[in-house]
Structures are given as C-alpha cells and as structure tokens.
C-alpha cells in the first residue's frame, strides 16, 4: 500500500483560526498549530467555514471529505459519530470536515447545497463526488474512494 509521504493538508486551528500546512507524514507526532501552538488533531472531523473551506479544499493533497450540515438537522446529527469514525479511519491519508450551512451560506451557495446532509469529496480542490441525504458507512467509503481513485 502506498504511503502519503510528503502530502500536505492546509488546516485551521480550532484555538485561532490560523490556517497551517501540516505534513501528513508527521501526523503521528500530534502536529501543533504554528501560531498559537495548540494541537491539531487530524483524527478528528476538521470544521470549515466561508473563509477557510476554499483554502483547505484547495491545499490539501490528501481527498478532502466535506459534510454540508446544520445544527437543527435530524439526519446531519445521526450521522454525526459516522463522521467521526472516518475522521478517525482515515487520519492523515483524507481529511474528513465539516461545514455548518447556516453559519457558511456562501458556501453553500456556491457548492448548491439544496438539501442536508449533503457530502461532497475533493481531489485536488475538484469535486469527484456527492451524496445528498444521510447515507451508511459503506456508502460514504465509496464516496472517498472516488478521490482515491482519481488521485494518481
Ligand atoms: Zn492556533
């Protein structure tokens, strides 16, 4: 299996908002964020906004998984802790994120984002694949596979 050596991901600091280049090679030393020096944790849902979604999307090499979600969302929130397993599943070879569509509106327009859950996978800053609504597990590994399979 071939290793991400060398790939980067561009993400914020949930402390400061600061964006960081973080190489995904390291990520098993717990890379800290270069501002404020708080962690970065790559095995955990990574939360997009209007000001940093392009920039992360955009520069990171790994596939980027987006859930377009919002707090009052019934099914967002069941599929919540399946998020969060793929966050952990995939640490340092995807990066898994998250983006609140009432707080993001621009985003959200831009992406059109009619209904939520949506989920959207990039590769290199281009999306290879959505789904709209709460899907399995399963569904959402196939979903990243698509990027996998577009990135070489
Ligand atoms: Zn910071």
Known sequence: MENSGGAKATLACISCG???????????????CGSCGSPIHLDKPASLD???????????DVPVL???????CGPCKSMAP???EMA???SGRAVIAKLDTDRSPQMAGRFGIRGIPTLIVFSRGREVGR???AVPRPTLEALLQKAHGNAS
């Open 18 to 32: 600061k964006l960081n280049r973080i190489d995904l090679s390291l990520v098993s030393r717990l890379p800290k």
């Open 50 to 60: 209007d000001r940093t979604m392009e920039k992360v999307v955009t520069g990171t």
């Open 66 to 72: 987006v859930d377009f979600y919002a707090d009052w």
């Open 82 to 84: 399946q998020i969060e």
């Open 88 to 90: 952990r599943a995939h």
């Open 131 to 133: 789904e709209v609504g």
